[in-house]
């Protein structure tokens, strides 16, 4: 089958590992399949009573059998140990390759691991084992049977051209039904999902009949829709194994005639036939065998397409930045579908400078963010940092001269000391204590029983977005970066901690480089230039004063955070 070729993709070191299990695996089908041809013999002599030495057939059998179930273990065991290494093979090139991804590249992945990756581990763990099993054994058996009954061989060995045409198409069809049928399952799962989390609403809405019709609805088309994917698999399911009991009934007949025609004994066919029937029933499950290890494959192949993206390359040892400046000239970027981000952009933060930047919602702003912080690289001009072309700084470099602080700060399960401290792992508590108080993170660590030792959950999921945002700040304030970028910093603050972080920013101007996007005229007016972004070009650039005199978009800008406070 085609999948077999297609596992040579894998790294080598995991295909080096799959190719000793197969060959295990494929040695214990064989061995099976002698196992069974030895029952002939057996069941000859036992029916002969002048048969010469009726217990050679006996010691062979059972010494096939022996060594069978040895092969069947360490096959077994390579197995499980194939499996448990590409799992983890996979999940150390993924840990390599995503954080080295274009940002922009790096959505809907957060379920890589826990789904394909672990689907995959289940190719040399539990599918390839039966499905060899399933191939080979009969085909042994059916080569052997030549030097036994060779017109039951032949009779076999014809059958298998379209028992195995039928598999094919069996194994497709069921496997194209079978996304549908989940394709059908995930859209459910997200209406109900949006249902659980519209609650709130629904409870203070005066009508909520329209919602719970509409899921109703929904739900009965995904009822209705599996109902007929389920009637279309049909087929497909039984169709393979319906055939191999027919092959098996053909033969029967077959043998029958045969002897009653005298041109075969008796004990032969009820030899043939009790070994046919040991191997009737996994070939009878060797269409869901093949859907199955089709499924595992598609779900590898998607794990090996990630890492087959191209990831932003970093030089090593790279090139050193001459001072703590960040530049931009002729910045251009386009979105998936070719849509002009920014276009021909140039900007200059000299070291030591406050920078804002602001603009309406899509203007570009969180892009220029990304490729001044290098989540992303421009498809024309360059980012230079320290007057050094960004691309060539290596990555530790790159992480020693620049910090960022996102709009909602990812934090690891762990401490919180432990989230940050990671950005200087050497400091003192009172360096700890510093950062938190500029961050108006020390407000949480008072209300926390365990302080600095609390547990911040997978993803900082036990804290709530204002915290996991003063984690982060703090993170940034701790640095020694000379650079800091941040996006939206305060925006899930409440006044008072805004007004104390705000201070703290403010009080870097001229120790660090400060890049800011904001939605809050007052922490950006204070900043020694602002950069008015609108449709992905710079409209506007100067200090609050100028801007709110000459540009009218920052006029209103300022007037409607007036109006609203």
């Not at 054994?137 to 045409?165: C, D, N």
């Not at 519209?198 to 829709?225: C, I, K, N, T, Y």
């Not at 940092?385 to 960022?404: K, N, P």
């Not at 972004?533 to 920052?554: F, K």
Request: contains cysteine; proline residues 5%.
């Amino acid at each position: 089958m085609s999948v077999f070729s297609s596992l040579r993709q894998l790294p080598l070191r995991t295909w080096q590992t799959l190719r000793g299990a197969l060959i295990w695996m494929v040695l214990a089908a064989v061995l099976d399949g002698l196992a069974g041809l030895a029952l002939v013999p057996l069941m000859l002599a036992w029916f002969d009573p002048a048969a010469p030495d009726a217990l050679q057939p006996v010691w062979l059998l059972l010494g096939l059998t022996l060594l069978h179930a040895l092969v069947s273990y360490i096959a077994q065991r390579r197995g499980y140990l194939a499996g448990a290494g590409l799992a983890t093979g996979l999940v150390s090139r993924l840990l390599a390759h995503l954080p080295r991804l274009p940002l922009g590249r790096q959505r809907h992945l957060e379920d890589l691991v826990r789904g394909p990756v672990f689907n995959s581990m289940s190719i040399p763990a539990h599918l390839l084992a039966p499905l060899i099993t399933a191939l080979v054994t009969p085909t042994v058996v059916v080569l052997g049977l030549f030097a036994i009954a060779p017109r039951l061989a032949l009779l076999l060995a014809l059958a298998y051209l379209p028992l195995f045409g039928l598999l094919r198409w069996a194994g497709r069809r069921s496997l194209e039904l079978e996304q549908q049928r989940q394709a059908v399952d995930r859209h459910a799962g997200q209406l109900l999902q949006a249902f659980a989390e519209q609650q709130p609403l629904m409870r203070s809405s005066a009508d909520a009949s329209q919602g719970q019709v509409a899921l109703r609805e929904a739900l009965q088309q995904q009822h209705q829709a599996t109902r007929s994917l389920n009637r279309r698999a049909l087929p497909a399911s039984l169709g393979f194994a319906s055939a191999v009991q027919l092959v098996f009934s053909a033969v029967l007949v077959g043998g029958v005639l045969a002897v009653a025609a005298g041109h075969l004994p008796g004990a032969l066919l009820v030899a043939v036939l009790v070994l046919l029937v040991r191997f009737v029933e996994p070939l009878s499950q060797l269409a869901q065998l093949d859907q199955a290890l089709r499924m595992a494959w598609q779900a590898l192949a998607q794990v090996l397409g990630v890492l087959g993206e191209p990831t932003l390359f970093s030089p090593q040892p790279g090139l050193q930045p001459r001072d703590a400046s960040l530049q931009g000239q002729g910045l251009n970027s386009y979105g998936e579908h070719g849509e002009h981000l920014l276009k021909d952009l140039d900007l200059h933060c000299a070291p030591g400078t406050f920078t804002a930047i602001v603009g309406p919602s899509g203007a570009g702003k969180s892009t220029l963010l990304a490729l001044l912080g290098r989540g992303m690289d421009a498809q024309a001009g360059e980012v230079r940092l320290g007057q050094v072309d960004i691309r060539q700084l290596s990555e530790q470099t790159l992480a020693a001269q620049l910090t960022q602080v996102f709009q909602d700060s990812g934090l690891f399960a762990g401490s919180l000391l432990w989230n940050v401290s990671m950005a200087r792992p050497q400091a003192t508590p009172a360096q700890l204590q510093q950062a938190a108080e500029a961050a108006a993170l020390d407000e949480v660590l008072a209300s926390l029983a365990d302080g600095w030792h609390c547990e911040v959950g997978p993803g900082g999921a036990l804290l709530s977005g204002g915290q996991r945002q003063r984690v982060g700040l703090a993170r940034a304030l701790l640095s020694e970066a000379p650079i800091v970028l941040l996006d939206e910093p305060t925006a899930s603050l409440d006044a008072r901690s805004e007004a104390r972080v705000n201070r703290s920013l403010r009080a870097l101007r001229g120790r660090r480089t400060l890049v800011l996007v904001s939605h809050n005229p007052a922490l950006v007016r204070d900043a020694d230039q602002i950069l008015v972004l609108e449709a992905g070009r710079l409209s506007g650039c100067g200090s609050h004063e100028q801007l709110l005199a000459t540009h009218p978009w920052y006029a209103q800008f300022v007037e409607q955070q007036r109006v609203d406070g």
